[in-house]
T-cell receptor, first 114, second 109 residues
Framework: IAGITQAPTSQILAAGRRMTLRCTQD?????MYWYRQDLGLGLRLIHY???????GKGEVPDGYSVSRANTDDFPLTLASAVPSQTSVYFC?????????????FGPGTRLTVL | GQNIDQPTEMTATEGAIVQINCTYQ??????LFWYQQHAGEAPTFLSY??LDGLEEKGRFSSFLSRSKGYSYLLLKELQMKDSASYLC??????????WGAGTKLIIKP
């Protein structure tokens, strides 16, 4: 079944630990995105990638890093987690950046940093 | 600055019609999206407007006025399954989406 998957579904993490959230899509989409969603706030873009091999910073990139070694995978790494990174993280992909191309979202990762 | 405003919460009755408004101020405009998000789930695409006017898709319609920085999502013949949050998002000059906080729609029998 074509789509976008994320792992883990949820995670409780001690502050200071390193964590990688995984995201894989099989739709051969060029563009991929990482968002965080917090209560009362809109989705906020962390990092994006318009095509394999390139990445860019979104609205809230501090404390996060990404890589895009191939078309399908777009992992998000928290180098040293802090409680303010407690959030729901969504990975998304689209055929290309901008224009009428809808973004398809993964099921999300619920992360709690204690 | 860039800003998207939507009502936080709305309540409507099953079978009725509801209009969810969205106003935006962004640097550049390359289209406006509406997404639906059920509690605990991922957002899913509903509609896209880039030109002024009304786009109709079944029970859902979306309207855009670029000169007023305004859009609305119209839901007709409301069903209980329409209880969800509705997210307005604008494509800015850098082609990244800027998201509103969403409107939680509660449907009552």
């Amino acid at each position: 079944i074509a789509g976008i998957t994320q792992a883990p579904t949820s995670q409780i993490l001690a502050a200071g630990r390193r964590m990688t959230l995984r995201c894989t899509q099989d739709m051969r989409h060029n563009a991929m995105y990482w968002y965080r969603q917090d209560l009362g706030l809109g989705l906020r873009l962390i990092h994006y990638s318009n095509t394999a091999g390139t990445t860019g910073k979104g609205e809230v990139p501090d404390g996060y890093s990404v890589s895009r070694a191939n078309t399908d995978d777009f992992p998000l790494t928290l180098a040293s987690a802090v409680p303010s990174q407690t959030s729901v993280y969504f990975c998304a992909s689209s055929d290309s950046a901008g224009g009428p191309h809808e973004q398809f979202f993964g099921p999300g990762t619920r992360l709690t940093v204690l | 600055g860039q800003n998207i405003d939507q009502p936080t919460e709305m309540t409507a009755t099953e079978g009725a019609i509801v209009q969810i408004n969205c106003t935006y101020q962004t640097s550049g405009f390359n289209g406006l999206f509406w997404y639906q998000q059920h509690a605990g789930e991922a957002p899913t695409f509903l509609s896209y407007n880039v030109l002024d006017g009304l786009e109709e898709k079944g029970r859902f319609s979306s309207f855009l006025s670029r000169s007023k920085g305004y859009s609305y999502l119209l839901l007709k013949e409301l069903q209980m399954k329409d209880s969800a949050s509705y997210l307005c998002a604008v494509t800015g000059s850098n082609y990244q989406l800027i998201w509103g906080a969403g409107t939680k729609l509660i449907i009552k029998p």
